[in-house]
């Protein structure tokens, strides 16, 4: 292969590292919003460990992805996408990562000031990274709230315009990230 098909191999799609780590992210985030609002509205003890396990674990996985990132940029989009929709899945997308990171820390800080435990999955305890704080424990949560609701907001725009790439505009957006390189 020569050098410049290898760049533009390389291009077409999103690495194997980044695919995993977006489809494990994916469903992480699609359990974590409704299992937030069940464990916030009613008495499920497991859940709440466990929504705290998998909330830290959205974290870590979020700081690896944009470690990735760095290193590896996103392929380019292809060539007929207009450009107001590739400023579109920019902001969409940075937007997303910011809000993980946000939603994450608010979750950690918000628990520790209230004070309770953050354990993951059963092995250890995260160190408690605020002090006691009942007041501002409140008004995390109250913001923990709305801002997993602005993320199953964008999330629905986010999906919606991958579904409406492969069914309606039949192109290859979806499959970059499904299969990796794409024929093009
Ligand atoms: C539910 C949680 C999800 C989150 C947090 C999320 C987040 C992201 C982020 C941050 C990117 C940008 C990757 C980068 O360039 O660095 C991305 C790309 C992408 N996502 Fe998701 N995603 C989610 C679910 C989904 C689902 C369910 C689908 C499909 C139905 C999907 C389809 C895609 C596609 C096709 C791309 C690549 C777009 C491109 O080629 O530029 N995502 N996602
Ligand atoms: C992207 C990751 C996360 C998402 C999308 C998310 C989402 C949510 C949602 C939607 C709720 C329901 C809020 C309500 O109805 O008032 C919730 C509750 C909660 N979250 Fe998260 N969360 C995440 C990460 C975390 C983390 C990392 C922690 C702690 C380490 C955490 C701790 C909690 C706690 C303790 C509650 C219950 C609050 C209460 O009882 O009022 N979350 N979460």
Redesign the pocket.
């Known amino acids: 292969m020569t050098m410049a098909k290898a760049i533009e191999h390389q291009r077409n799609g999103y690495t194997g590292t980044a695919r995993l780590l977006h489809w494990v992210t994916a469903a992480l985030?699609l359990y974590?919003?409704p299992v937030?609002?069940l464990?916030?509205?009613f008495e499920l003890g497991p859940l709440?460990d466990l929504?705290?396990s998998v909330?830290?674990l959205?974290?870590l996985l979020t700081i690896i992805r944009l470690a990735w990132r760095w290193a590896h940029p996103a392929p380019t989009l292809p060539d007929h996408i207009p450009v107001a929709q590739r400023h579109a899945a920019v902001a969409m997308h940075w937007g997303l990562y910011a809000l993980?990171l946000v939603?994450?820390l608010i979750?950690?800080i918000?628990?520790a000031a209230y004070p309770?435990p953050?354990p993951f999955f059963g092995l250890f305890e995260f160190p408690q990274i605020w002090w006691d704080d009942r007041p501002l424990s409140d008004r995390l949560?109250a913001l923990?709230?709305w801002i997993?609701?602005l993320?199953a907001v964008l999330l629905v725009g986010h999906i919606g315009a991958a579904l409406y790439h492969h069914f309606v505009r039949q192109d290859e957006v979806l499959q970059r990230m499904l299969r990796g390189e794409v024929a093009s």
């Open positions: 985030v974590q919003i937030g609002i464990i916030a509205n709440y929504h705290k909330g830290t959205i974290l993980l939603q994450t979750g950690w918000g628990t309770a953050v949560f923990h709230f997993g609701i993320i």
